[in-house]
Nanobody, 126 residues
Framework: QVQLVESGGGLVQTGGSLRLSCAASGRTLGNDALGWFRQAPGKEREIVAA????????YYTDSVKGRFTISRDNAKNMVYLQMISLKPEDTAVYYC???????????????????WGQGTQVTVSS
């Protein structure tokens, strides 16, 4: 069983930056996938970015390309989401998620991921 704990959310002004962190424990990660999802009030949970743990392949949803960067530290079992040029529409609860499928980083769907963190709030003020 994988445990995921997110941190790093907060309140930031438009154009600001934040870095989210996700600590994974309870399992030796291999050819798996980790993703960042977000859910705004009244909206469905959506993918933001995903990464293959072993090979580092990445995926980004169109709205964050060029602004967000997903990365991992294999030695520390950490996944990060660096966010720059934040916009009010980025406001949401951000979740870290884990999939045992090594291909779940490619065109990821919520249903591909069975393990979730508790979420961290990101609020971007205009």
């Amino acid at each position: 069983q994988v445990q995921l704990v997110e941190s790093g959310g907060g309140l930031v002004q438009t154009g600001g930056s934040l870095r989210l962190s996700c600590a994974a424990s309870g399992r030796t990660l291999g050819n798996d996938a980790l993703g960042w999802f977000r859910q705004a009030p009244g909206k469905e949970r959506e993918i933001v970015a995903a990464i293959n743990w072993s090979f580092g392949n990445t995926y980004y949803t169109d709205s964050v390309k060029g602004r967000f960067t997903i990365s991992r530290d294999n030695a520390k079992n950490m996944v990060y989401l660096q966010m720059i040029s934040l916009k009010p529409e980025d406001t949401a609860v951000y979740y870290c998620a884990y999939s045992t499928s090594g291909t779940a980083w490619y065109r990821p769907r919520v249903t591909d991921y069975r393990h979730w963190g508790q979420g961290t709030q990101v609020t971007v003020s205009s």
